[in-house]
Nanobody, 114 residues
Framework: QVQLVESGGGLVQAGGSLRLSCAASGSIFTFNHMGWYRQTPGKQRELVASITTDGRTNYADSVKGRFTISRDNARNTMYLQMNSLKPEDTAVYYC????????WGQGTQVTVSS
């Protein structure tokens, strides 16, 4: 059982930056797909960005050009660099890893003030 723990969330002004981390208790080398998702009250959880084992990335249109996803298999950690943050980026951000099963973190709150 792999546990994922997010960190790096917080309160930031619009235009600012945050870097989220997702640390795994075990190896993420077998995770063929990892991603960051976000959710606001009353809405479905949505994909923000994803990355495969070989480094292919995918981004939601709303974050393209502002967010960058990366993974460090040696450190068993995935990152999300968020720049030019907007109030509409406010949400709880979750990380997810998938091999034959899927694993979710507990979430970290990101709040962007206008």
């Amino acid at each position: 059982q792999v546990q994922l723990v997010e960190s790096g969330g917080g309160l930031v002004q619009a235009g600012g930056s945050l870097r989220l981390s997702c640390a795994a208790s075990g190896s993420i080398f077998t995770f063929n797909h990892m991603g960051w998702y976000r959710q606001t009250p009353g809405k479905q959880r949505e994909l923000v960005a994803s990355i495969t084992t070989d480094g292919r990335t995918n981004y939601a249109d709303s974050v393209k050009g502002r967010f960058t996803i990366s993974r460090d298999n040696a450190r068993n950690t995935m990152y999300l660099q968020m720049n030019s943050l907007k109030p509409e980026d406010t949400a709880v951000y979750y990380c997810r890893g998938q091999n034959t099963r899927q694993f979710w973190g507990q979430g970290t709150q990101v709040t962007v003030s206008s």
